[in-house]
């Protein structure tokens, strides 16, 4: 169904595949940059896959003035004013940034800060607030496949003040190009694969289903569970398999552009909020949830639910289940697939085998109704319905 | 080129319509707060000074709601308020002020901008979905909103504060 209004943007360019790393200077010269600054993390650096980027845009033109690679799982306000000054002071200008969705998420903000001339994010919290602004070359390369962040709209960082996660949110943060390098996953470890390439489904079936969807959205969504369906355990059992991971960061990608243009639900809600509150990894989180919060939100979204098997479980499955069975059967298959990769890897599946605590349910509970992403779920929330997810979680 | 004299005309009743409904809207908050305890629990969690500016289209009518010692009030002005809305135009904001779109549905439609925390605003979204439901008759309410929460306030009090603030 088409829906009355809907708004899509999808406007950075996209690199993916072989070599696609050492097209990135001639795209920093499409965009008129020189000197480049590379955000990554220490981790990053010490297995040399920074080492891979610097070597692929280090030419004639191009000169790499300043990397910053202090950048921690949770980026802070702090840290990014800390790189926005770094940035002023090598005279830089461009952003480079080569890391999981905490380093692009600090780059956005840091992006951000500059182009509208800040010297504090704070000043620009809020929801499609900003303008245009100046205009700083920007290229993301992902290092998971999962966050999506090198094709979203939004940032997530934390204000350490408060210990509170604050979401910025603009189309004017999407990087100018995203490059998709098999190289670049190829060292995440298998557990680290199950738990982002359940994000990255738990992004595609969210964004097939909640109040943003459109049909923009939906192509991508379709598309990202095919892959994974075809592509996540393969990468997590041979994660040297160039051709699965490069299968798996176009996932994410294409994920990450459904949940850009729809947003995400019930699922992130309590995920971000577990983050916050028990330092559980984010795909982790949406793993465990996944099930117990699409069975919550069956009654509204049967239909949707029963299209997403064909999707999910193949044709086969689809033609040979019946109508009324298949919004069932899609739960099924995810929890299937949670049970396969704890297996393989150790995939934890409830939130017993996490760090969350039952006396926090109810801070986590709070702080889920208080989410930006509870607002698109289609089904309205309470307190006692989180309180109900969380026990079914444990 | 002018703009026609049709649209001029919708702009201008629209504008009218919406400066009512605004004004119903807060007394809709002050008397939710008054009788509807999980309003009361929402806007008592609102730190004191707290407050939001909900306008339509950059230059046009405007609510702004602010929290103190005595309640809630409606100051003229209000700088640097802790949740700015803005609706994007005038016809973004009809459609939720007469009841044909939810708060969720035009957050989802990018109807308006946000400026400030979006889990602040999490509260007075709430708050303005119960409000919606004992301004608004339920055949309107049932459509828009997710689920039409329960009025447990009396309705005649509620709509004689509404009306006649008292």
Not at chain 1, 16 to 30: H, K, Q, T, Y
Not at chain 1, 236 to 242: F, H, Q, R, S, Y
Not at chain 1, 265 to 283: N, T
Not at chain 2, 5 to 11: D, T
């Amino acid at each position: 169904m088409i829906p009355k209004y809907y708004e899509f943007q999808n406007s950075s360019k996209i690199l993916s595949g072989e070599f696609a790393l050492e097209n990135i200077p001639s795209e920093l010269n499409m965009l008129g940059a020189k000197k480049v600054l590379i955000l990554s993390d220490k981790t990053l650096e010490k297995i040399g896959t920074l080492q891979v980027v610097i070597d692929a845009i280090s030419t004639k033109d191009i000169e790499i003035v300043g990397k910053y690679t202090e950048i921690p799982p949770d980026s802070s306000i702090e840290i990014i004013n800390e790189i926005t000054k770094l940035y002023k002071q090598l005279d830089c200008d461009s952003i480079v940034a080569v890391g999981g969705g905490s380093v692009i998420d600090t780059a956005k903000g840091v992006r951000m800060t500059l182009s509208q001339q800040k010297e504090n994010i704070l000043e620009l919290v809020g929801c499609e607030m900003i303008n245009y602004g100046k205009h700083i070359p920007f290229v993301a390369i992902p290092t998971t496949s999962g966050t999506g962040s090198e094709a979203t709209l939004v940032a997530v960082i934390l204000d350490k003040a408060r210990n509170m996660k604050m979401e910025f949110i603009s189309y004017f943060l999407l990087p100018d190009v995203s490059v998709l390098d098999p190289r670049m996953t190829l060292s995440l470890p298998a557990k680290t694969t199950a738990s982002t390439g359940m994000d990255a489904l738990c992004h595609a079936i969210e964004a097939y289903t909640c109040l943003q969807k459109n049909p923009m959205s939906d192509a991508y969504a379709i598309s990202a569970i095919e892959i994974i369906r075809d592509n996540l355990i393969k990468a997590v059992e041979n994660g040297n398999d160039k051709k699965v991971r490069l299968a798996m960061a176009n996932a994410s990608l294409m994920a990450g552009v459904s949940f850009s243009n729809s947003m995400v639900g019930v699922i992130h809600a309590i995920g971000h909020a577990i983050g916050g509150v028990s330092h559980v990894p984010h795909g982790d989180a949406m793993s465990i949830l996944m099930p117990h919060c699409m069975k919550f939100n069956k009654d509204k979204l049967k239909d949707e639910y029963a299209k997403l098997l064909l999707y999910i479980a193949g044709p086969e499955v689809y033609a040979n289940t019946k109508y009324e069975d298949r919004a069932d059967k899609t739960i099924e298959n995810v929890e299937n697939m949670l049970y396969k990769l704890n297996k393989i890897c150790g995939l934890p599946t409830k939130l017993s085998q996490t760090n969350v605590k039952k006396e926090d349910f109810k801070e986590i509970a709070k702080k889920a109704l208080d989410d930006g992403a509870m607002i698109v779920n289609p089904k309205q929330v309470d307190f006692e319905d989180v309180m109900d997810i969380l026990e079914k979680a444990f | 080129m002018k703009i026609s004299v049709k649209r001029k005309l919708k702009i201008k009743i629209k504008t009218i319509i919406s400066k009512i409904i605004l004004f119903f809207l807060f007394r809709g908050f002050k008397a939710t707060y008054k009788y509807d305890k999980r309003v009361r629990n929402e806007i008592d969690n609102w730190k004191e000074g707290f407050s939001i500016k909900l306008q339509i289209a950059p230059n046009g009518s405007c609510l702004n709601i602010k929290k103190t010692k005595e309640g809630l009030i409606k100051p003229k002005e209000i700088e640097n308020p802790n949740i700015a809305i803005c609706f994007k135009s005038i016809d973004a904001a009809f459609l939720v002020l007469t009841g044909r779109l939810a708060v969720s549905g035009a957050y989802a439609g990018h109807r308006f901008k946000l400026s400030g925390e979006i889990s602040e605003a999490m509260s007075f979204v709430r708050c303005v979905d119960i409000v919606e439901a004992y301004l608004f008759p339920k055949f309107i309410t049932k459509r828009i909103l997710k689920e039409v929460p329960k009025k447990y306030a009396n309705i005649i009090t509620t709509y004689r504060y509404v009306l006649f603030n008292f």
